[in-house]
């Protein structure tokens, strides 16, 4: 069955350390999308990508970096510099404008 | 830049009734994507209904309807027959170019 796979299912994290979000899609999208979820705010997206080897920052992008080098994979690296990262992440794809996305089931980082 | 407003952080009714809820946005576009998504407490993040803002016909997805205002510009959700299973955060949200801006979200409470 096609959809998206996104791992860890929880992820814990030392202060000062780098950690990458795993986010693969079989459903052969084009575009691919990392949001940052926490109570209250909503989902703010921190960067999508509409092709390979080319992305954009999204309103959050501070802190964090992506690779976009295989249309299905598009993983999202939380760095140290990212100063309050424990949050729930999701990753989406989308294949055409106003379809809408289809998610992943997230990563629950949390900075120990 | 578009907003979503989501004026309800909360609601709750009882199994059987009919419930609405609220969304606002702001945006000078003519042609866009609104959706309303379900998170139940599994987090998973589900597509309940799609609306083309080009279409005056306000869109049904069996139990789920909108009302798309466009030059109100609103889209408030209707549940009709509420179900247990119902009970999730429901956001809002607006698309243009291939990107989505979420609103805030409102938790919904369906009780027995």
């Known amino acids: 069955d096609g959809g998206i796979t996104q791992s860890p299912k929880y992820l814990f994290r030392k202060e000062g350390q780098n950690v990458t979000l795993s986010c693969e899609q079989n459903?052969?999208?084009?575009?691919m999308y990392w949001y940052r979820q926490d109570p209250g705010q909503g989902l703010r997206l921190i960067y999508y990508?509409?092709?390979?080897?080319?992305?954009q920052k999204g309103d959050i992008a501070e802190g964090y970096s992506v690779s976009r080098e295989k249309k299905e994979s598009f993983p999202l690296t939380v760095t140290s510099a990212q100063k309050n990262p424990t949050a729930f992440y999701l990753c989406?794809?989308?294949?055409?404008?106003?379809?809408?996305?289809?998610f992943g089931s997230g990563t629950r980082l949390t900075v120990v | 830049a578009q907003t979503v407003t989501q004026s309800q952080p909360e609601m709750s009714v009882q199994e059987a009734e009919t419930v609405t809820l609220s969304c606002t946005y702001d945006?000078?576009?003519?042609?866009?994507?609104l959706f309303w998504y379900k998170q139940p407490p599994s987090r998973q993040m589900i597509l309940v209904i799609r609306?083309?803002?080009?279409?005056?016909q306000n869109a049904t997805e069996n139990r789920f309807s909108v009302n798309f205002q466009k030059a109100a510009k609103s889209f408030s959700l209707k549940i009709s027959d509420s179900q247990l299973g119902d009970t999730a955060m429901y956001f809002c949200a607006f698309m243009k170019y291939d990107k989505i801006i979420f609103g805030k979200g409102t938790r919904l409470h369906i009780l027995p």
């Open positions: 945006t000078s576009e003519n042609n866009y994507y």
């Open positions: 990508s509409q092709i390979v080897n080319d992305f």
């Open positions: 609306q083309e803002a080009y279409k005056q």
């Open positions: 989406a794809s989308s294949i055409v404008e106003g379809a809408g996305y289809t």
């Open positions: 459903l052969n999208h084009d575009a």
